[in-house]
Structure formats: structure tokens, C-alpha cells
């Protein structure tokens, strides 16, 4: 049994949910909470950051960064770091597991050491993802990087002295943000050129932010193709809340407004920089009725739904919830700009379609955008391909939720990687679930 009680590896059987009430207080951001543990890492002294995600991810960040001589102590749900500082140890071998983020923060920072080689155990998942445009970043900055054609194993050895490079986003700003980490504590710093259509402003918001927390000074233009990083400074430890979880929340979201009755979700910032805090008002714009008061939204759900077309592209993590409430809503919906789908734990563009096929849906796809024909009944009583990853479990659970006869999901266990608490989390607003083992790994 794994720490949340259910097998380490598990289908679910989703019941049909005649209604969905009560309060759920958002888990502690994914995002924030990978970042805040890097840059605490990053810092000489002991920083707190309190409220972290109990995630894979989470969890892959805390043992890279032990293994690479952080401190590192769980105090409630609280993490504490004695950081390394500017000296992470040499000739590591990281296992990021299946956190793709994770990963490619390390792989920046890793041109601060010798001989840091990443490898991975899901070599069908991150394996295949590419890194191809940050190894060339850290390679034109002068650091020796070795990849089986941009992809896992990676090596990566220093020193560089910084300057101007240019790396592409037109994949992922988790490149960009790689450098951003790397940058302060260069002699030079660095003065990234961020080339290609930018993908995702918010997270290169969210890691302005972060070294902003932790006193490190950076500009950045207005598109933030421009970001100056001066060099010789230090992180400074300290104190940090994680904020609520915005991509994961969307899913509980989705699910509260296609079925009757009211929930309440607590701990989500207003302002916060989350580009996934869009789908609130995706939601709304869908007929959604949902009222914030500070950090709760409240959720009265059941009301009929209508299809939208929308760019994606700032909210991309919760593309597949949203998913989930379009394929409930009368008309049709699009989102466009969303290339970057394909990039993900699975293709969340081709892998979506086969799916909402498979359950009766009419889906079309092109190669950037993704448009579902919402249905009034969902037959249900089929199983249904995880493809291994959280978001597309979240998609198929919300469909199962309003189904008309229950739907297995399989390697359902792969929630872990981002909220570990959701199939709980909807269990205490009155939805049934199945634990069978999982059939396959």
C-alpha cells in the first residue's frame, strides 16, 4: 500500500454522482511548490516553505535536491531546506522520475557542477520528451552536455561565466525558466533572448516571483522576450507560503458544475499568477455559476452549459478539465493555440480524441487545437486509457461523475503525480469510487 492507502499501482471505477456538496480547501500548488523548494535548495541557510504539495513532483525535487546536498526535513506540511547555495555536489546521478519540470530546472542549475548526469525510469514518458532546446542554451553558454539526440540520459558539466544566450520557447517556457535559476549566480549572470512564439507566460511569471521571494533581483520586458538576470548574487533563505493549486482545483471545478448541488473551494489566491486561474472564468463563460468571496469560490452546480472557443495557451494545465465540462455542454467547443498538449505526459491533443471517441463523443483535432461536440447523456459502462497521466485522469473521472453507467480508468495511480488527495477530495463532496489493482502497470 502506498501513504495514501491504495494500491501502489490502481485502476478506478468511477460511480456515477447523483450530486456533488461540501468544502474542499485546494492542495498547495504544484508549480510554486517545485520552485520554492529549488530556490530554498539554491540558498546558503535554512528556509521554510511552509504548506507544500504532497506530489510526485514534489516528491522528485526533494530527493534530486538531497541527493545534490540540500537538507531536508518534512515538518507537518511544512518542508525545511539547508541549502547548498551556489555548490550543489558534483558527478550526481538525478532521477527527476516523471516530473518534466522537475527535470529541466535541475538540468539549468546542473551547469553549476561536474559531471551531473539525469536519467529517468519512465523512459516512455519523459524519455521521449524533448530537451534538445535548453541542452543547446546551456551548450552556447559554454557548459559539455551529452543526450541521446536532445532526450534522457542527459549529462551535463560546468562552469559557465554567463552572458547573452538565446533559448527557444516556442515548446516550453520550462527552458527559460532552467536559465532564469541558473542566471543570478553566474559571474556574468545572463541575459536570456527568448526566441519563438512564448508558450505559457504565466510560469516565467511564477518564476519572476519565485526570486523575487527570495531576494534576487531580475527585470524583464513587457512580452518577456527579454529577461535580464545580473550575475554574482545570492538566494536568500527564508520563509514562503505555497499558494493553492489552480491546475489541479480546475478539475474539481469541472466536476462541481456539471453535477447538482454546492461545493466550496478555499485557499485559491484572486490574483494569483497561475494562468490556469483562467478557467474560472472559462467555466463562467460556459454558463458556470460560481461566486468568489476572497480566496473561496463557491459552486452551484448543474446549471446547462454551453460550448465556447477559446485560446488555451495561457491555461494549457487545465485544458483537459475544461475538457471534461465541454464534453457535458450543449454546442461545441475549441481550444485553439494548444500545441504544446502534445508535449506532455501523453499527447493530451490525439490521446484526448481516441478517448472521448471511445465513450461516444465526436471529437476533431488539428495539430494545434483540439474541438469536442458536447453530449446530454454519456453512456459510460466502458474502460478508458489513463495513457499515464493525471490530467487525462482528471478528464475521464469528471465524465464518469455524470456517466449514465460507471467507467474504469486504468493505471488511475498515475494521479499521484500532481494531487495525490483528488479521487479523497471527491469522495468527501459525495462521489463513489473502485480501487481495483491495476490490470496493468
Known amino acids: 500500500m502506498s501513504a495514501d492507502g491504495l494500491p501502489e499501482t490502481f485502476d478506478v471505477i468511477v460511480h456515477p454522482a447523483a450530486a456533488l456538496r461540501g468544502e474542499v480547501r485546494a ?25 507544500v504539495a504532497t506530489s510526485e513532483d514534489a516528491g522528485a525535487m526533494l530527493r534530486c535536491l538531497e541527493a545534490w546536498g540540500a537538507g531536508v526535513e518534512l515538518e507537518g506540511g511544512d518542508a525545511v531546506i539547508r541549502g547548498f547555495g551556489s555548490r550543489p555536489r558534483a558527478g550526481v546521478t538525478l532521477n527527476p522520475g516523471n516530473a518534466g519540470a522537475v527535470a529541466r530546472f535541475l538540468m539549468g542549475v546542473a551547469a553549476l557542477t561536474t559531471g551531473t548526469e539525469f536519467v529517468t525510469d519512465h523512459a516512455d514518458s519523459l524519455g521521449k520528451r524533448p530537451q534538445g532546446d535548453l541542452l543547446e542554451a546551456l551548450s552556447r553558454l559554454g557548459a559539455r552536455v551529452q543526450s541521446r539526440d536532445g532526450t534522457f540520459p542527459v549529462s551535463v558539466s560546468g562552469p559557465v561565466r554567463g552572458g547573452v544566450v538565446e533559448v527557444s520557447a516556442g515548446r516550453s517556457s520550462q527552458y527559460a525558466s532552467a536559465l532564469m535559476f541558473l542566471g543570478p549566480l553566474l559571474p556574468d549572470g545572463l541575459e536570456l533572448r527568448l526566441t519563438g512564439e512564448i508558450k505559457s507566460h504565466a510560469p516565467l511569471r511564477q518564476t519572476l516571483e519565485t526570486l523575487a521571494a527570495f531576494g534576487v533581483q531580475a527585470s524583464a520586458s513587457e512580452d518577456l522576450s527579454r529577461i535580464s538576470l545580473p550575475g554574482g548574487q545570492a538566494f536568500r533563505a527564508g520563509r514562503v507560503l505555497v ?16 453535477r447538482p448541488g454546492q461545493v466550496r473551494l478555499s485557499n485559491l489566491r484572486e490574483h494569483d499568477l497561475q494562468g490556469e486561474r483562467e478557467a474560472v472564468s472559462v467555466l463562467r463563460e460556459m454558463g458556470a455559476d460560481i461566486e468568489r468571496d476572497g480566496d473561496v469560490l463557491t459552486v452551484r452546480g448543474g446549471q446547462p452549459l454551453h460550448g465556447v472557443v477559446r485560446d488555451g495557451d495561457g491555461f494549457t494545465d487545465a485544458v483537459q478539465a475544461l475538457t471534461g465540462a465541454a464534453a457535458l455542454a450543449g454546442g461545441t467547443t475549441t481550444w485553439e493555440n494548444v500545441y504544446t498538449l502534445r508535449l506532455k505526459e501523453c499527447d493530451r491533443i490525439s490521446d484526448t480524441r481516441r478517448e472521448l471517441e471511445r465513450l461516444g463523443l465526436t471529437v476533431e483535432e488539428t495539430q494545434d487545437s483540439l474541438t469536442v461536440t458536447g453530449t446530454p447523456r ?13 490530467r487525462m485522469i482528471m478528464l475521464l473521472t469528471i465524465l464518469g461523475l455524470s456517466a449514465d453507467a460507471p467507467i474504469r480508468i486504468t493505471g488511475a495511480h498515475h494521479i499521484r503525480k500532481s494531487y495525490p488527495l483528488f479521487f479523497r477530495h471527491l469522495e468527501e463532496l459525495g462521489a463513489r469510487f473502485e480501487y481495483p489493482e491495476a490490470t496493468r502497470p
Open 243 to 258: 499558494p493553492g493549486d489552480y491546475p489541479g482545483s480546475a478539475a474539481i471545478l469541472a466536476a462541481a458544475v456539471t
Open 378 to 390: 454519456l453512456a459510460g459502462g466502458v474502460t478508458a486509457d489513463g495513457h499515464g497521466d493525471h
Open 27 to 51: 492542495q498547495p500548488s504544484k508549480n510554486y511548490t517545485t520552485r520554492y523548494l529549488l530556490a530554498a535548495a539554491l540558498a546558503v541557510g535554512e528556509s521554510r516553505v511552509v504548506g
